[in-house]
């Protein structure tokens, strides 16, 4: 995902050097489509908020997965050490 997010920098940097005299064209099926300048930046620029969008979702889907993984290996240590003194305390 970081790498499409730094593709479509790279793309607004290179717009950013353009003026609007510049003629931009797009790739649409087998054919090169003429496109205004301010259009194609701003397609970049929401596509680039959509990445930053989802980069901060999976952030969140990661943290929330490590704090159950940490609240049940907790768990399980838990149960673990008093199934030890259960043990223990039978074979007393």
Request: charged share 40%; with cysteine.
């Amino acid at each position: 995902m970081t790498e499409k997010k730094q593709e479509n920098e790279m793309v607004l940097n290179e717009f950013k050097e353009l003026n609007e005299e510049n003629v931009v064209y797009k790739l649409v099926g087998p054919i090169l489509a003429k496109q205004e300048l301010s259009e194609c930046r701003s397609n970049v620029e929401k596509r680039v908020e959509f990445i930053d969008k989802e980069i901060a979702r999976q952030d969140s889907l990661e943290a929330d997965f490590q704090e159950k993984i940490t609240d049940r290996t907790n768990k399980i240590k838990k149960m673990q050490a008093d199934f030890q003194r259960i043990i223990q305390a039978a074979q007393q």
